[in-house]
């Protein structure tokens, strides 16, 4: 006999029948014998009796009758209530074995309190029981006459996060969805569902009543990490919505057939008639089928393609107008035969005009254009080779995704863009199945429909900011696409065979290159576009902004003269950017004000001089800060980088009367907090040869900030301009106002190299810098700087701490000789 019998519903109070089961709890105090006669052991904490069950798993917060056939499972249960403890429920490996021993069960199981125990006078035993918690078994402690284990509680942890809470919400509502369709679910079952007020216990409720294998249930209750468990969970009931839903739609779709079959056959009989008086029908439906076999013949397709396309035709043919699948299934014929299958012929490169459009479309960005030319070349003389995959990664606004434009009109392709920014979908790339209703291809696809060319430019436009969902990875979808020795067979899960990308010439955008995944990131060629100079940002305004705002502001050439001074004060005060997107809105204000003045007729042409900037645009937004802070002693200006270019940071540092700490704010990374720390060491060690007096630090404390608090900052590069600062205050000797450094800073006084240098000279340059303290080993990035910064600028290349005290600190005050002397 089974021990376990099918779920049914909580039994309830015992009528006066003559058979009526007999319901009784039995009281004894632990340690009374058991069946055997033999006195029990006082049971300990940590130990339950188990109560072996068969293909069936007690989820915690549920009420379940189990029906015990074997010696064991009675004598179990009925120990169970002498000693009023509760019970292990434990399922075994194989249902099929009678008897069971300690290594045929599974090692988690469910702690239960024991509601009712019946028995009926025909020899039936039942118990009622209540899941508490899971706990797995650490070790048997005897297997007669019942087992009995040392156990350890499980304690499920309680997570809140909007992830978490997202798929709680969920599930909650696929649960819901899932009882609406259930011919008669029970009302208190909904409430449960409504009312769940955690993840855990929600998910052991959908559990309990969903209609799955047993082993199945047992993993979930082996599954502790409540995300974990609710994936699984909602795969399973997924499932079992789409057979539930089906189940309902055959049951309307019979009732529809058979309240509807009289009056469906009228109107098939007269749609016939038409049909035949207007030469459509079957007529039309095979002169429909013949234009998609030709279709299909001039579409070019490989052989394996061509042999789907004419399966699916087969179908359609066969299909009446009536059914959804005909739809489905033109809708796929579509799409296979308006896909640039064909590779048409290729124009050929022209190095020399290829040149004159990049010099066109963009000023500056000389090492850019070199690696673009370059690449160009390679495709003219090997266009069967595999070329990169290019990634331009930069700031917003220096014109990542215009090269791509001007790229596709060097090569004479057509160009298409995919905005990759929020996408969080796998079948975003790969598309889904054509069986589903509404299913399209993926964006890779349907961007190659939109080119209508093989060869076509594509620029995969944000590729840093895919996310992931829970509908998987797209950029693992997106590894096979950027692979030159795997996009050839790319399959797209809409389109079902493979389509060759080997041709397309793939061209993605970046801000950051962190969050791209390391293998994704190492299909690509990354190409740096730093950001521009002054110098460079008043060429471009010059040559495209001031044209472009002037065209869309509807005015005319001529009718606004705004010149290079003016056109130096905005970028100086009211813009700070990498890029000229900001410039191109300050340019646009400039533009609407002198419209509103010609449209209103009180001028006929306007001039706008730097005067009259403040009137327009407001008051100046940036002004040089390093003047600002020039003559004071324990203020160091250093360099930073950002993801939209470069920064200048000041360091301050103060003394006060202490017992020799460090305080350091600012909002300050643990890297930039070791910095600050190998410094005081440093300067600590050093004292003498700093020129520092040594009873300086005796007794006090040294607070170092770094201001913009409200900004975090981290990184190794500030350790030189932290230095510089303490020898400033502990020296008496202001840092030079027209000097800024970066290096980072070791405790044997090596200035080491760092990251991001043309960034931040850049950003030197701009904050009105003439002086820029560098690492030596960094001499390796001086030709990356743009050649009119380069002549501007004053480098110092540092060896050693003592190089930057030496060349960055102000000379020592004169001593006056005591007289007399």
Not at 21 to 34: H, I, N
Not at 523 to 542: D, N, Q, S, V
Not at 797 to 803: A, I, N, S
């Given at each position: 006999m089974n021990d376990i019998d099918p779920p049914v519903a909580t039994p309830g109070e015992a009528s006066a029948d003559a058979r009526q089961?007999?319901?009784?709890?039995?009281?004894?105090?632990?340690?009374?014998?058991?069946e055997g006669g033999r006195p029990a052991a006082a049971p300990d904490a940590d130990t339950l009796i188990i109560l072996p069950v068969r293909d069936t798993v007690l989820f915690p917060g549920t009420v379940f009758p189990i029906a015990l056939g074997r010696s064991a499972s009675i004598a179990a249960a009925q120990q169970a209530v002498r000693e009023e403890r509760q019970i292990g429920v434990l399922m075994q490996r194989d249902s099929t074995k009678a008897e069971p021993s300690a290594g045929d069960f599974h090692s988690f199981g469910t702690v239960a309190n024991v509601l009712r125990y019946i028995s009926t006078p025909d020899g039936q035993h039942h118990v009622v029981v209540q899941g508490e918690s899971r706990f797995q078994v650490e070790e048997f402690l005897h297997e007669q006459p019942f087992f009995r284990a040392r156990v350890r509680l499980v304690v499920e942890p309680e997570?809140?996060?909007?992830?978490?809470e997202a798929r709680f919400a969920n599930l909650r509502r696929m649960a819901l969805e899932a009882l609406q369709l259930l011919p008669q679910a029970p009302s208190d079952l909904v409430g449960a569902v409504q009312t769940a007020s955690s993840p855990s216990q929600l998910t052991d409720l959908v559990a309990a009543y969903l209609d799955f294998p047993a082993e199945q249930k047992q993993e979930l209750i082996e599954t502790i990490d409540p995300v974990a468990r609710i994936d699984k969970v909602v795969a399973l009931l997924a499932h079992r919505l789409e057979v539930l839903r089906l189940t309902a739609e055959i049951g309307r779709q019979t009732k529809a057939t058979f309240d509807e079959r009289q009056k469906e056959a009228v109107l098939r009989e007269q749609m016939a008639?038409?049909?035949?008086?207007?030469?459509?029908?079957?007529?039309?439906?095979?002169?429909?089928?013949?234009?998609l076999s030709a279709a299909i013949d001039k579409a070019g397709m490989p052989p394996d393609a061509e042999a789907a396309a004419r399966k699916e035709l087969r179908r359609y043919e066969r299909s009446s107008d009536a059914s959804p699948e005909s739809g489905m299934i033109r809708n796929h014929l579509d799409w296979m035969v308006e896909l640039p299958w064909a590779l048409p012929d290729e124009a050929p490169i022209d190095i020399a005009q290829a040149r004159r459009v990049l010099d066109a479309d963009h000023f500056g960005l000389g090492k850019i254009k070199d690696r673009i030319v370059e690449y160009l070349a390679v495709r003219k003389l090997a266009p069967n080779g595999k070329a990169p995959i290019l990634c331009f990664a930069g700031p917003p606004g220096v014109g990542k995704t215009s090269l791509g434009q001007s790229i596709a009109r060097a090569m004479g392709r057509p160009f298409v863009r995919v905005s990759l920014g929020g996408v969080h979908d796998e079948a975003e790339i790969r598309g889904h199945r054509s069986t589903y209703i509404g299913a399209l291809p993926g964006t890779i696809v349907q961007g190659l429909r939109k080119a209508g060319a093989r060869d076509c430019v594509m620029m995969l436009d944000e590729i840093d900011k895919m996310g992931r969902g829970m509908g998987g990875d797209p950029s693992a979808a997106m590894l096979e696409v950027l692979d030159p020795e795997q996009n050839a067979t790319f399959r797209d899960n809409y389109i079902g065979t493979p389509f060759d990308l080997s041709r397309v010439v793939f061209i993605a955008t970046a801000n950051m290159l962190d969050s791209i995944p390391g293998p994704?990131?190492?299909?690509?060629?990354?190409?740096?576009?730093?950001?521009?100079?002054?110098?460079?940002?008043?060429?471009?305004?010059?040559r495209y902004l001031v044209r472009r705002q002037t065209e869309a502001n509807g005015l005319k050439p001529g009718q606004v003269d705004l010149g290079d001074d003016a056109l130096g004060a905005i970028i100086g005060g009211y813009t700070r950017e990498s890029g000229v997107r900001n410039l191109e809105r300050e340019v646009g204000a400039v533009m609407r004000h002198a419209a509103v003045k010609i449209a209103s007729g009180e001028a006929e042409s306007v001039v706008v001089t730097p005067d009259d900037l403040p009137a327009i645009l407001g008051a100046t937004r940036f002004e040089s800060e390093a003047g600002m802070r020039a003559g004071l002693a324990g203020v160091a200006t250093g360099l930073?980088?950002?993801?939209?270019?470069?920064?200048?940071?000041?360091?301050?540092?103060?003394?006060?009367?202490?017992?020799?700490?460090?305080?350091?704010?600012?909002?300050?990374?643990?890297?930039?907090?070791?910095?600050?720390?190998?410094?005081?060491?440093?300067?600590?060690?050093?004292?003498?040869?700093?020129?520092?007096?040594?009873?300086?630090?005796?007794?006090?404390?040294?607070h170092i900030h770094v201001p913009a608090g409200a900004t975090p900052k981290d990184g190794p590069s500030a350790g030189v301009a932290m230095t510089m600062a303490l020898v400033s205050l502990l020296g008496g000797r202001p840092v030079r106002p027209d000097t800024a450094?970066?290096?980072?800073?070791?405790?044997r006084g090596l200035v080491m190299p760092v990251g991001g240098i043309k960034e931040k000279v850049l950003a030197a340059a701009a904050a009105g810098i003439t002086r820029v303290m560098l690492p030596a080993r960094n001499r390796r990035d001086y030709d990356d700087i743009p050649e009119d910064v380069r002549d501007a600028l004053e480098f110092v290349?540092?060896?050693?701490?003592?190089?930057a005290v030496a060349a960055g600190l102000e000379p020592a005050p004169a001593v006056e000789a005591a007289p007399g002397s």
């Open positions: 089961p007999a319901v009784f709890e039995v009281s004894a105090p632990a340690g009374a014998p058991d997570q809140r996060s909007p992830d978490i008639a038409i049909q035949r008086q207007l030469g459509e029908g079957d007529a039309g439906r095979a002169q429909e089928v013949t234009d994704l990131r190492d299909r690509m060629e990354i190409i740096t576009l730093a950001g521009y100079t002054r110098a460079e940002k008043l060429e471009i305004a010059k930073a980088w950002t993801p939209v270019g470069g920064e200048i940071l000041f360091i301050e540092a103060a003394r006060s009367a202490g017992r020799g700490g460090l305080l350091l704010t600012g909002q300050l990374g643990d890297v930039m907090k070791e910095s600050a720390q190998i410094a005081l060491s440093l300067v600590k060690g050093r004292a003498l040869s700093l020129g520092i007096d040594p009873k300086a630090l005796d007794g006090a404390d040294i450094m970066t290096g980072e800073v070791s405790l290349w540092l060896e050693r701490v003592e190089d």
